[in-house]
Each structure stands twice: as structure tokens, then as C-alpha cells.
């Protein structure tokens, strides 16, 4: 039963970088070269309409939501969430198809690090199951202490600028997704119930309320400084916020004592992992920009 979670989890991961790759070819491809405005957006959206690759992207994106739900439906937060995290792997395996760029030998071995990192990580951790939905009380005081830290974050965020911003920016992101997820669960949890049960709780449009804040400080965190500065933060925060959210509301456990000397060298993989992928996909200008079949980057219309 545990292959299916995490098969589910890496499908939906492959998916969800796949849909950026996807949107981010079309993107550079059809870049318009008029200054930016609402015309200017509406003009560029119907162009990427037409544009299958975009598209394909879109659907993706929609398959990823679906099998993220279907694998919280059959397994614990604390172990799909997590597992997210190849994510930034697979984007730079489809991206450097798509593009024709290979990865170099930093980029292996971040690889490498976030790959092992991640397996020592949940296997020294052993996520365990636990219930289906959460109480009201337990959502009541979890869901509150995770507001308070999203709010603390940002806060704290506007007293500093440069990578620090953007690294409490991703944090506040991490915490943001983490609580999405888990209403996630609880949504498709009751979805055994009929989707009339489904659709008369607080659930799903609490989680599409959360999934949009998460969205919007994504984007916040991006502007505040490079990926490098967002990326660790946002991968180790939605993990460790997952596994906590795991035990407050549904009485999923980890295993503790010796295991967590084991765990911990598993996060800081993960976390140098993160930087290394980071960097890879923030540093050089044409690493997403078509290649022509010679090799050279196709000039987008901005050029």
C-alpha cells in the first residue's frame, strides 16, 4: 500500500515540473516586445492559448493537483509532502530535454544530495498513517498557530530586504502550501462520504483560500530575491511543516530517539540539495531558452 502514496507523489512532482517547463517554453518563445499592461497581458494570454505546448502545460498542472489529492487520499501527509520535493529534480531533467541543456557536474551532485537526502530522510523517519480527517478543535488550534506563523513570517519580512526577505518570504510560502495540503486531505478524505458531503464542508474552499495565499507569497518571495534565496527555505519548510500538521491533525507519527540524528542529517542534504538545484535554475540566462537544432538559443521577440 506504501508504493502507491509515493508513487502517486512522484507522479504528480514529474507532472508539476513537466507543466512549468512546458509553460516556461511557450513563454520564452512567444515573449511580447511592447511594454507591459493589461492589454499587453490579455494579448500575450491569447497568444499562449494558441500555443499546444502551453496548453499540455496547463493540463499537466491539472493532473498534478489530481494525483497530489488522490495520493493524501491514500497516504499520510507526512509522506507525500515531503516526496514534493523531487519536484526540482525533474525540472531540470524535462527542462534540459526540452532545451537541450545537460546538467554539470554540481548539478549531480546536488542531485544527488537532495535524491539521498530525501530517502534517508523518510526512512529513518518511517511516516506512519493516521486518520482521515481532523477534528474541529485540532484544526481550530493547528490551523491558528499556522496563520500566526505565516503572519509573524511576513512581518518579519518587510523589516529586511535581499535574500533574507525572500527567504522568510519562501517560509511563510512553505507553512502557506504545507496548510493546503492538509486541507487538501481533509477534503478528498470526506470525499468516501459523496461529493455532496464533500462540497457542504469548510474544507475545499478553505483550501483553495489557502492555496491562493500561498500562491500570492510564492510570488512575493520570487521578487524579493533570487531562487537560490527561496527555494531552501520553501522545500524544508513544507516538508517539516507537513510532518507537524501530520501529527496535530490527523495522528500520523514519525519515529523519534536515535532516529532523528539520521533525520537530520537527512534535511541538511535536502537543504544543500535545494541550493545547489536552485542555483542551477537561477544562474545563466539561456538555460530555458530553446535551443535551435545547432545548439544556439532561439531569440525571443524581446531581442
Not at 150 to 169: D, E, M, Y
Not at 188 to 200: A, E, I, K, Q, T
Not at 211 to 216: D, N, P
Request: aromatic share 6%.
Amino acid at each position: 500500500m506504501l508504493a502507491l502514496p509515493v508513487g502517486l507523489a512522484l507522479c504528480s512532482a514529474l507532472a508539476n515540473a513537466a507543466s512549468s517547463v512546458l509553460q516556461r517554453r511557450a513563454a520564452a518563445v512567444d515573449t511580447p516586445a511592447e511594454p507591459g499592461g493589461p492589454g499587453t497581458l490579455l494579448r500575450g494570454l491569447r497568444r499562449l492559448l494558441r500555443r499546444p505546448d502551453w496548453l499540455a502545460g496547463v493540463a499537466l498542472l491539472m493532473l498534478s493537483a489530481v494525483m497530489q489529492g488522490w495520493a493524501l487520499a491514500v497516504g499520510s501527509l507526512s509522506l507525500v509532502q515531503p516526496l514534493l520535493a523531487t519536484e526540482l529534480l525533474f525540472t531540470l531533467i524535462v527542462g534540459g530535454l526540452v532545451f537541450r541543456r545537460r546538467p554539470g557536474g554540481r548539478t549531480w551532485l546536488a542531485f544527488v544530495a537532495l535524491a539521498v537526502g530525501l530517502a534517508v530522510f523518510l526512512l529513518s523517519a518511517a511516516p506512519r498513517p493516521g486518520r482521515d480527517d481532523a477534528t474541529s478543535r485540532a484544526w481550530l488550534m493547528a490551523g491558528g498557530v499556522a496563520c500566526a506563523v505565516v503572519l509573524l513570517l511576513v512581518l518579519a519580512a518587510r523589516t529586511v530586504r535581499g535574500p533574507a526577505r525572500a527567504a522568510l518570504l519562501g517560509l511563510a510560502s512553505a507553512v502557506s502550501f504545507a496548510t493546503t495540503a492538509a486541507l487538501l486531505k481533509e477534503s478528498v478524505g470526506r470525499l468516501r462520504l459523496g461529493p455532496g458531503v464533500m462540497f457542504s464542508h469548510w474544507s475545499p474552499y478553505a483550501t483553495a483560500a489557502a492555496g491562493l495565499v500561498a500562491f500570492l507569497l510564492l510570488q512575493s518571495a520570487l521578487g524579493a530575491g533570487s531562487l537560490a534565496a527561496s527555494q531552501p527555505a520553501l522545500t524544508l519548510g513544507d516538508a517539516l511543516t507537513s510532518v507537524a500538521l501530520g501529527w496535530a491533525l490527523f495522528e500520523e507519527s514519525v519515529q523519534l530517539g536515535l532516529r532523528m540524528i539520521p533525520e537530520a542529517i537527512g534535511i541538511v542534504l535536502i537543504g544543500a540539495g535545494s541550493i545547489g538545484l536552485a542555483n542551477t535554475l537561477s544562474a545563466g540566462r539561456g538555460w530555458d531558452a530553446p535551443a535551435e537544432p545547432d545548439g544556439s538559443e532561439v531569440r525571443t521577440r524581446r531581442e
